[in-house]
Structures are given as C-alpha cells and as structure tokens.
C-alpha cells in the first residue's frame, strides 16, 4: 500500500494550486462573470443603502436634528435584501459547478491531491468572484449615485454618500462569508466522495452516446420517422416528426416542468428573487397609489382656492387681508343661510403626534376655519361632537386621522400640540408647542381632508403668532361660473395671486408629489438593480438547467424535436416560475398592505393595492424572466441534434 500511495504523492506535489483554480475561473467564464456581476450589484444596494443613511446622519447631525433610526433600519433591510439573493445565486453556481466536476475532483483524489487543497480550491473558486464584485460594487455605488442625482431631480436634495472604516471592514467581511458559506457545502461534499464513484461519474458525463444498429426506418405512435444513415461519415440524419411546433413546445415544457423538482434549488432562486423584487417596488408603489386614488375625489368643481402664487403647499401665509374683500364682491358666488356670500379666509399650519400602530411621531394637517366652512363643503358630514366654537383651543378630528393618531377621539384633551408655520423672517418652519386642545369632535369628507384637524382660524393664528391667511376658499353657484368670476377677480386681486378651482388645484397636488418626491424614483433604482441582478440569477440557472437536461434535450432532439421548442421551453418554464416568484411578491405585500393607513405628504392615506399594480410588478418580473432567459434560449435554438448529443 505504501509503494502505490508513492506514485499518486509524487504527482500530487508538481500539481499546482493556481494553475487548477485559473483553469477552472476561465473554463466557463459565463460562471465567473455572472457571479461577479450579481455580488457586485449586491454591494452598490449596500454603499447606496448604508452609504446614504451615514450621509443624511451626518448631515442631520450638522443642523442638529435627530432623523432617528428608521432610516438605518430601512438601509439595512435593503442591502439585507441583496445579500440574500446573492448568497442564494452563488451557493447554486458553486453547487452546480461541482456536480459537472464529479471527474475531475474523482482524478485528483486519484493521484493523491489531499482533501485540505480540494478544499481551499472550491472555497477559494467561490470567494474570488465576492471580493472581486464587493470592490467593484462599492467603487460603482457613488459613481451610480452621482449619475442618478444629474439625471434624476427628486434626488438633488439627497446628501453625497459617507462611507466609514466600519462599513469597508464590514463589507470585507460580508464577501468572504458569501464566497465561504456558498463554497462550504459544496467542498465539504467533494471531499467525502469515493475515488471510484467520482471516477465513474465523470466517465458517465463524456461518453458518447450508444448507437443501436439497424438502418430501416421505423414510425413512431407520435408521427417520428427515422432516417437512413447519411453517406458522409455514416451518422444519422434528423430525425423528422410530424408534430405541430405548439405541441413540441407544449410538450419539451412538459418534460421540463416534470424535473423540476431535481432542480428544485434553482427553482427557489428565481421564484424568491422575483418575489422580493416585486415586492420591493409594491411596497412603495402601493403608498403612492393611496394617494394618487385619493387625489381625484378631492376637492369640489363648484369650490375656488384663491392663494399666492409661490404657495404650492397653502400653508406659508402672506395673502393680503384685501384679497378677501375683493373675492366678496366677485359674480356667481354661492350664498349662505344668511344671505352672505359662501367664503372664508384659512390658515393651514402642521401638527406632529403621536401614531397607533408604532408609538412614533407623525406629521398632518390643521385647517383654521371659519364658521361658514360647513356650508362651502357640502362633502362634510360631523360623525360626531360639534363644531370648534371660534377664537376657542378646540378640534375636530378627520376620521383617518383619528384611526391613525393617538388622543383624537372625542372629549380626549392634547395636553401639548406642536404645531409647525412657515416663517418669512427665517425662511423656514417654526414649532410652537401649545398646552389644551380638546377634541370636540369627528368628522369624514371623503377625500384627502379626512387625514386632517379642523381648528378655529383665529385661535391657531394667535397659536403660532401668524398674523396672515394662506388661502380663501368660494363656493360658486355652479363649476361654470368659475370662468366669469376668475375674470371679474384677478383684475383687482393683488399681483402674484393664484384663482384655481380646488380640483385643479389637488390634480396639481398630485402631480408635485409624484414629480419631486424620490420615494418613487428610488423605488424604481431598487427594483431595477435587484431586477439586474435576478436577470444575472436566471440566466446561471436557466444555464444550469439545460445542463442538467442535456440527457433528455438530446433525446428530444434526436426523436425530431425541433430547436426552437426547446429555446421556447426555458423561456416558458422561465417565466412561469417568475410568475409564481411575481404572485408571491404582490400576496405578500397585498396581505400587509393593503387596506394600511400611511401617513405621509401631510395626511392620511390609506394603502391600496390594486389590479394595475399587480400587473406592474407581474410584467416586471416576467420582462426580467424573459431577460435572463433569452440568452440561453437562443443558444438552445442553435444547437444541433450532434451538438446535444456531445454534452450528455
């Protein structure tokens, strides 16, 4: 035994490491590149995510403000999102690399090459692709970001990347456990093999394919003829079928889908990759959606905002005290109970409390208003209480904004209420914190102001010391007046002042949140770069799978199956798993929120998570399917019925 291990350790030593791991990185480059391509893209999720929270900390921290922890919290969750996909990609790649090396690993146990370098060698095959696209991918990330913030505007308000010496060492860290834990298994596999097992394996994946003999042709049950030799070399001709090319689609998906379960790994992968991916840009997407619904059912044709023309948001003041003089002798206004005309004078200021489902602070709308604000919104109805009495520390509560915030049901007391209004001398927004407000009520319009507090103008003026009204808000006899009145007004307004009707009004509301706010942009960069990577993802896999079916595509190839029938099969067995992953993602997000009350741009909005966004993220993830499938699918289309043949 002795005089036999000699040879084998003799060959073992002039073997060399490097030449072995070179050899296997370039024999198929597709491997290496896909691997780093995807841990590159999960580490510019994490420089954006973790890179940009340190900024905006840094910066909040030099105007001495507290942005809390949620922003950490959300940059976390993000990069955490891309290294689960990553970690699932290349524990696959690798699983799979090995599974195709069964020979080579058999060949060198066979001539003495010791477990500890198998080892490091598949370990090291994984980890070289990690640290490679963790460099490139936190390099790319402020490059990215910079490019992002000139094309795209909402982002100019955001601060430059930060990186830290945690962070680096962390992501260091981060690489080589994704490049040891997908490489771990697979080498801890590998080197419990037996010699002859892996041997005969690797013999089993070149061996051509056995040929029977006999040249007449024979007919099939399923319409297949064959052929007589061909008289160049004596191989075979294609064997012809009269199979309708739908039904050899239908059929190679078929056989496909059946062996799923044998691949059940890469199957996994692209089914929770589309899944997050989906539900990453649903989550955002379903928020903005609330708002966008809510925004055409608010407001009234009949109702006229008269405000300056720099107040997009009405709540920074500075509308002269003629303005309303002037809008009272305009034609075609509505008129009171009491004869006088249906109009008031309004101040908007904000209110910060405290929120139901998670003890945080939250920001909405106070309304200071008049005692003729019923009568101009025929939308209102009191659900309960009263009328805030005016020149009183009394509030009426919309029925969101009351299932949202905490102390808003009625004869509750606010022992504080910090209130926020724009200084002119400053530039900015001021808080005041005012003691006693009592809720003397609820009530529900059914349109963005149900998000909002009802106050009395006079008392929340003095509140803040304002001295001016941010808007005046008519009621017309019928939404056709309003041309007539715009014309008799603006004439004898002050100059720089805005007449609208209140629907165009929040139409344009709308439009400036989805213009300039970068939740949405972002939703969309997130979505994009998990959807590069996943396109990455399918295309290793879809690889992998055809790799693994090379027995029964030359089968089917052999027995006259066409090319294109199996390029259409990955495709379709593609898409039809990232269908599932796309269902997945939207259940998810419809199931948590849908239906949840979200309060941001100044109200309460409730989540809506419907049709047209279903199929938003549905298309996206199959475009991203169809992507990283297309690839593999034309190479399936050209390859030859001899060409399979070789790969079994």
């Not at 309304?367 to 009495?389: E, T």
């Not at 803040?464 to 009204?469: I, L, P």
């Not at 209140?502 to 139409?507: R, W």
Request: glycine share 12%; charged share 15%; hydrophobic share 50%.
């Amino acid at each position: 035994m002795r005089h036999s291990a000699e040879p084998g350790a003799r060959l073992a030593r002039p073997l060399k490491f490097a030449p072995l791991l070179w050899a296997w990185l370039w024999r198929r480059p597709g491997r290496t590149v896909l691997a780093f391509v995807a841990v590159m893209l999960a580490f510019t999720l994490y420089g954006l995510a973790l890179g940009e929270a340190e900024g905006f900390a840094r910066a909040a921290a030099a105007r001495h403000v507290n942005i809390g922890q949620g922003f950490l919290l959300g940059a976390m969750a993000v990069s955490a999102i891309g290294f689960g996909l990553i970690l699932f990609l290349t524990a696959n790649a690798t699983a799979q690399g090995v599974r195709l090396r069964l020979g080579e690993f058999g060949t060198l146990k066979a001539i003495g090459f010791p477990h500890r370098l198998i080892l490091a060698l598949v370990m090291t095959e994984a980890a070289l692709p990690c640290l490679a696209g963790a460099v490139a991918g936190l390099v790319a990330a402020p490059l990215l970001f910079a490019i992002l913030k000139a094309a795209l505007p909402p982002l100019a308000v955001f601060p430059a990347l930060v990186y830290t010496p945690a962070m680096l060492a962390v992501a260091a860290a981060l690489a080589v456990f994704i490049g040891g834990a997908s490489g771990l298994l697979p080498a801890l596999r590998v080197t419990r093999l037996d010699v002859a097992a892996a041997l005969a394996g690797g013999l089993r994946a070149t061996t051509s394919p056995r040929r029977d003999g006999g040249d007449a042709p024979r007919q099939s049950a399923a319409g297949v003829t064959a052929a007589p030799p061909a008289a160049e070399g004596g191989t075979r001709r294609i064997i012809k079928t009269d199979m309708h090319p739908l039904r050899q689609i239908a059929v190679v998906t078929r056989v496909g889908l059946s062996t799923l379960p044998l691949r059940l790994k890469g199957a996994v992968v692209i089914v929770v990759g589309v899944g997050v991916m989906v539900f990453v840009l649903l989550y955002i997407l379903s928020i903005g959606e609330g708002i966008r619904l809510l925004m055409p059912k608010s407001g009234d044709p009949s109702i006229v905002l008269i405000h300056p023309e720099n107040d997009r948001w009405l709540d920074r003041g500075g509308l002269a005290p003629t303005a309303s003089q002037v809008v009272a002798s305009g034609p075609g206004i509505a008129q009171g109970k009491d004869g006088a005309p249906l109009m008031e004078a309004e101040v908007s200021l904000g209110i910060n409390l405290i929120k139901r489902n998670n003890g945080k602070t939250g920001s909405t709308g106070i309304l200071g208003v008049g005692s003729r604000w019923a009568q101009i919104r025929p939308s209102f109805h009191l659900l309960s209480g009263r009328m805030p009495r005016p020149g009183t520390r009394e509030l009426l509560a919309g029925d969101l904004a009351r299932r949202k915030f905490v102390g808003l049901d009625e004869g509750r007391i606010l022992a504080k209420a910090s209130l926020s209004a724009f200084d002119a001398k400053i530039g900015t927004y001021a808080h005041h914190v005012v003691p006693q407000w009592r809720i003397v009520g609820t009530f529900s319009t059914g349109d963005l102001l149900d998000g909002y507090l009802i106050g009395s103008a006079s008392a929340l003026k003095a509140a803040v010391n304002q001295a001016t009204d941010d808007v005046v808000r008519v009621r017309l006899i019928s939404p056709s007046s309003f041309d007539v009145f715009r014309r008799a007004v603006i004439k004898r307004l002050p100059p720089g002042l805005i007449v609208e009707r209140e629907t165009d009004y929040y139409a344009g509301m709308w439009r400036r949140i989805a213009d300039t706010s970068p939740a949405f942009t972002i939703a969309y960069i997130l979505a994009g770069l998990i959807g590069i990577g996943m396109i990455a993802g399918t295309m290793h896999t879809m690889q992998s799978a055809l790799e693994e079916r090379a027995r029964e595509i030359a089968i089917l190839r052999a027995l006259g199956f066409d090319g294109l029938a199996v390029a259409a099969s990955v495709i379709l067995e593609a898409m039809l798993l990232a269908g599932a992953g796309a269902i997945l993602g939207a259940a998810i997000v419809w199931l948590w929120m849908n239906g949840f009350l979200y309060n941001a741009a100044g109200s309460v909005y409730i989540v809506r998570v419907n049709l047209r966004l279903l199929l938003v993220g549905s298309l996206w993830g199959l475009a991203v399917a169809f992507g990283g499938s297309l690839t593999i699918a034309i190479k399936a289309a050209r390859q030859t019925p001899i060409e399979a043949l070789r790969e079994v």
